[in-house]
T-cell receptor, first 113, second 113 residues
Framework: AQSVTQLGSHVSVSEGALVLLRCNYS??????LFWYVQYPNQGLQLLLK??????LVKGINGFEAEFKKSETSFHLTKPSAHMSDAAEYFC???????????FGSGTRLQVQP | EPEVTQTPSHQVTQMGQEVILRCVPI?????FYWYRQILGQKVEFLVS????????KSEIFDDQFSVERPDGSNFTLKIRSTKLEDSAMYFC???????????FGPGTRLLVL
């Protein structure tokens, strides 16, 4: 079964600094990959998804992620953090042929003024 | 923009009681899901539902759980006899078709005392 590892349960950056949230998946066959964001007291909102069309995926709010098959990674980046980016970020994977998403444990992003 | 809605937002119940969590998926979506997130833990898949039947379920989804789409709009999760360990945030999700994005509701926070 697929698994997803998010390195770092908490990440703190300064406003304007680069955001890098790490995600590695376990699979020999590239799956569908997703990043979701959860703001306090809200549901999960899709940031971006990889479905094999392009290795660099651009999402909402200035976020992007790069699929690297050789590293089995799908790290999320944003060049310049904003205070409003403070939230919990979840990487998720869906195997082809399955309906369920498998989520990572999440990374809480703090943005310091 | 269409969204998935869930009611209630919070529910407190006594151990052994039955609870029904309600979801209204996006109106033209065909695939429906329940996930849960125990406080401080990963989001976990419970069940998927398509064409009026369960299409996939996890080990968590035992005989105490059931799902139903009683009319054309609602999608419910019933827990027959709640246990303390059922305390969690329960998320409903829906998607239009295969390969499409799952859209999540804001969640119902269930507390079993």
């Amino acid at each position: 079964a697929q698994s997803v590892t998010q390195l770092g349960s908490h990440v703190s950056v300064s406003e304007g600094a680069l955001v890098l949230l790490r995600c590695n998946y376990s699979s020999s066959v590239p799956p569908y990959l997703f990043w979701y964001v959860q703001y306090p007291n809200q549901g999960l909102q899709l940031l971006l998804k990889y479905t094999s069309a392009a290795t660099l995926v651009k999402g909402i709010n200035g976020f992007e992620a790069e699929f690297k098959k050789s590293e089995t990674s799908f790290h999320l980046t944003k060049p310049s953090a904003h205070m409003s980016d403070a939230a919990e970020y979840f990487c998720a994977v869906r195997d082809t042929g399955r309906r369920a998403l498998t989520f990572g444990s999440g990374t809480r992003l703090q943005v310091q003024p | 923009e269409p969204e998935v809605t869930q009611t209630p937002s919070h529910q407190v119940t006594q151990m052994g009681q039955e609870v029904i969590l309600r979801c209204v998926p996006i109106s033209n979506h065909l695939y429906f899901y329940w996930y849960r997130q125990i406080l401080g833990q990963k989001v976990e898949f419970l069940v998927s539902f398509y064409n009026n039947e369960i299409s996939e379920k996890s080990e968590i989804f035992d005989d105490q759980f059931s799902v139903e789409r009683p009319d054309g709009s609602n999608f419910t999760l019933k827990i027959r006899s709640t246990k303390l360990e059922d305390s969690a945030m329960y998320f409903c999700a829906s998607k239009l078709g295969q390969g499409e994005t799952q859209y999540f509701g804001p969640g119902t926070r269930l507390l079993v005392l």
